[in-house]
C-alpha cells in the first residue's frame, strides 16, 4: 500500500475502498504519462496546426471577400459621384437657361415700360399743350372782354398791361 | 404487523448474542449515517445559495454569463467537497 | 434469518462492487480502464491527425477540434486569459483523461469508473501539486513563490501569524487533497447509488410475493435518471478538475494574490 500509513487496511476484506493501490496508482500513472508525452509532442501541435492553417485560409478568405466588398463600394461611390456631378451639371444648365430667358424677358419688359412712358409722356406733352392753348384763348376772349366792358363803363380804353394781369390773377385765383 | 414482529424478534436474538465485535459494528454504522448526514446540511444550503447568485447574476447580465458559470463552477467545487469528505467519512466508518 | 432476507436483498460487501479478479497479479479491472481511456484518447487524436486539415472537419478530427476548443475557450481563456494557451495539451490530456475513465461508470457491463479508486485521482492530484509549485517556482524564483504564497502581500503584518498557517496549510496539503477527494469521492457516491438501484430494483423484480414485482418499476426509473445524472456528473468532474488545475496553476505563475 502506497499510503498505507494513512489508513490501515484490513487483510482479509480485500483492498481498502479509500487508500489507493499501488498496481492502480502505478498503471495510471504510466500510462498517463506515455498519454501526456504523444499529445504534448505529437498530435496536439499536429491537430493545432491544421487548425490553424485552415482558419488562416478561412481568415485569407474572409479578407479577399472584405476586399472585394471595399472595392465594390468604391465603384458604387465612383458611379455615385460622376452621377451627382451630371446631375449637378444639368442643374446648372437649367439655371443658365432659366437665367437667359429671365434677362431677356426683363429686358423685353423694360422695353416695353419704356415705350409706354414715351407715349404717355407725348400725350401728356399735347394735353398740356391742348389745354395752354384753350387757356391762352380763354385769356385773350376774357381779356377782350374785359378791355370793352371796361371801355363802355369807364369811357376810355383800358391799359392792356392791365387787363391782362388782371385777368391772369383772376383765373388763377378762381382756379385755386 | 407480522414482518415488524419478525423485525423485533430478529433483533431481541441479535441483541442476546452481540459480541463486541457486532456492537462496535453497529455503533460504526449507525455513526456513519449521521456523519454523512450532518455533512450533507452546510454544503446543501452553500450550493442552493452559490446557483441562486449566478443565475440572478447572469440574469441581470447575459453577456457575463461565461465567467460566472466557470466561477460558479469553481465555488460549487469547493463547497461540495465539505460533503464529499463526510461521504468518505461515511465509507471509511461503515467499511473499512 | 436475515431482516434483509425479507425481500432477498443482499447488499454485496464494498469490496466486491470495487473490483474484479485480477487479470495478471499486477492488473486488475480499474489498470484496465485506465490504459484503455489512454489508447482511445490516442486514437482519436492519432485518426483527427491523419486527417486533412483543409477540408471542413468531420468525424475523429471533428470531435478532437471540439475539445481542444472547449478547453481553450471554456478553460483558459477564463481562467488563465491568453497567456495559458500554452498549457493547453497539459490540460487537454488531463481532462481526456479524466473523462475516459469516469465514462466506464455508465457504459453497460463496464460500469465501473476507474476514478472511484483512490489510486488514478491520487496520481493526478499529485501531478498537478508538482506542476503548480514547480510552475511557481519556475517564475518567481523559489524564495519569492514561497514568500508570495506564505506572506501574501495587502494583510497587516499582525495577520501574519493567522494566515501564513492557513496559507501553508491551503496551498500545500488541501489543494492535492481536495483535488484528488472530490474526483474520487463523487465517482465513488455515483457508482453506490447506481449499484443499490440496481439491486433494489432486481431484488423487487425477482420478489416471491407477486405483488411487490411492479413496485419495482419505482427504483429502475430512479436508477435510469441517476444514469443519465452520471454521464453528467463524469463530465462534469473532468471539467471542475481541469479548471481548478488551471487556476492553480494561474495563481502560481503570477505574483499576485
Same mark, same amino acid.
Given at each position: ?37 504523444v ?31 471595399? !472595392? ?9 459621384? !460622376?452621377?451627382?456631378?451630371?446631375? !449637378? ?29 414715351s ?24 381779356? !377782350? ?14 391799359d ?7 385777368v ?9 | ?31 456513519a ?64 | ?35 484503455a481511456? *489512454? ?44 497567456s ?23 457504459i ?28 511557481g ?36 496539503? *488541501? ?5 484528488? *477527494? ?6 465513488l ?54 479548471t481548478?488545475?488551471? *487556476? ?10
Amino acid at each position: 500500500m502506497f499510503f498505507s500509513t494513512i489508513i490501515l487496511a484490513a487483510e482479509d476484506m480485500g483492498p481498502n475502498p479509500i487508500a489507493p493501490e499501488n498496481k492502480e496508482l502505478l498503471w495510471g500513472a504510466g500510462s498517463f504519462l506515455v498519454f501526456l508525452f504523444v499529445m504534448r509532442v505529437f498530435l496536439v501541435p499536429k491537430v493545432k496546426k491544421g487548425m490553424d492553417a485552415r482558419y488562416g485560409v478561412i481568415r485569407e478568405g474572409h479578407e479577399t471577400a472584405q476586399a472585394t466588398r471595399s !472595392s465594390a463600394q468604391g465603384d458604387v461611390a465612383a458611379y455615385e459621384a !460622376s452621377l451627382a456631378e451630371v446631375r !449637378s451639371e444639368a442643374a446648372a444648365r437649367i439655371d443658365k437657361a432659366r437665367q437667359t430667358l429671365d434677362t431677356e424677358r426683363q429686358a423685353k419688359m423694360a422695353q416695353a415700360a419704356e415705350r409706354i412712358a414715351s407715349k404717355r409722356a407725348e400725350a401728356d406733352k399735347a394735353i398740356e399743350a391742348a389745354r395752354a392753348a384753350a387757356r391762352g384763348e380763354v385769356a385773350a376772349a376774357v381779356g !377782350s372782354v374785359t378791355a370793352r366792358a371796361t371801355q363802355l363803363v369807364l369811357g376810355k380804353s383800358p391799359d392792356a398791361n392791365v387787363v391782362k394781369r388782371a385777368v391772369d390773377s383772376t383765373m388763377s385765383g378762381g382756379r385755386s | 404487523m407480522e414482518a415488524l414482529a419478525t423485525i423485533a424478534r430478529i433483533a431481541a436474538e441479535a441483541g442476546d448474542a452481540a459480541t463486541p465485535a457486532d456492537l462496535k459494528n453497529t455503533a460504526a454504522a449507525a455513526s456513519a449515517g449521521y456523519a454523512y448526514g450532518l455533512a450533507a446540511i452546510g454544503p446543501g444550503i452553500g450550493i442552493g445559495i452559490i446557483f441562486g447568485k449566478a443565475i440572478e447574476s447572469m440574469a441581470r447580465q447575459p453577456e457575463a454569463a461565461g465567467m460566472v458559470r466557470t466561477t460558479m463552477f469553481l465555488g460549487v467545487a469547493f463547497t461540495e467537497a465539505l460533503a464529499l469528505i463526510g461521504f468518505v467519512a461515511f465509507i471509511l466508518l461503515k467499511f473499512a | 434469518m436475515n431482516v434483509t432476507t425479507l425481500l432477498a436483498f443482499e447488499f454485496p460487501p464494498i469490496n466486491v462492487l470495487l473490483r474484479w479478479q485480477d487479470v495478471a497479479p499486477t492488473i486488475n479491472k480499474v489498470v484496465l480502464i485506465g490504459i484503455a481511456a *489512454v489508447l482511445i484518447g490516442t486514437g482519436i487524436f492519432l485518426a483527427a491527425a491523419r486527417k486533412d486539415p483543409k477540408v471542413a472537419p468531420k468525424g475523429a478530427r471533428n470531435l478532437a477540434e471540439v475539445i481542444i476548443e472547449f478547453i481553450e475557450k471554456q478553460i483558459i481563456m477564463q481562467t488563465m486569459g491568453s497567456s495559458g494557451l500554452a498549457w493547453t495539451p497539459f490540460l487537454l490530456s488531463i481532462f481526456i483523461f479524466i473523462y475516459l475513465c469516469n465514462v466506464p461508470g455508465v457504459i453497460p457491463f463496464i460500469q465501473m469508473p476507474a476514478t472511484a479508486r483512490m489510486g488514478i485521482p491520487a496520481f493526478m492530484a499529485l501531478m498537478v501539486w508538482v506542476v503548480y509549485n514547480a510552475t511557481g517556482i519556475k517564475h518567481q524564483g523559489p524564495v519569492g513563490y514561497f514568500k508570495s504564497v506564505l506572506f501574501p502581500p495587502g494583510v497587516p503584518k499582525a495577520l501574519y501569524i493567522l494566515v501564513t498557517p492557513i496559507e501553508l496549510i491551503s496551498t500545500f496539503i *488541501v489543494r492535492p487533497f481536495s483535488l484528488a *477527494v472530490r474526483l474520487f469521492a463523487n465517482m465513488l457516491a455515483g457508482h453506490l447509488l447506481l449499484v443499490i438501484f440496481a439491486l433494489l430494483s432486481e431484488a423487487l423484480f425477482q420478489a416471491r410475493d407477486r405483488i411487490l414485482i411492479p413496485v419495482g418499476v419505482l427504483p429502475f426509473a430512479v436508477l435510469l435518471f441517476l444514469t443519465g445524472f452520471e454521464v453528467l456528473v463524469a463530465f462534469l468532474q473532468a471539467y471542475i478538475f481541469t479548471t481548478l488545475t488551471a *487556476v492553480y496553476i494561474n495563481m502560481a505563475s503570477h505574483a499576485e494574490h
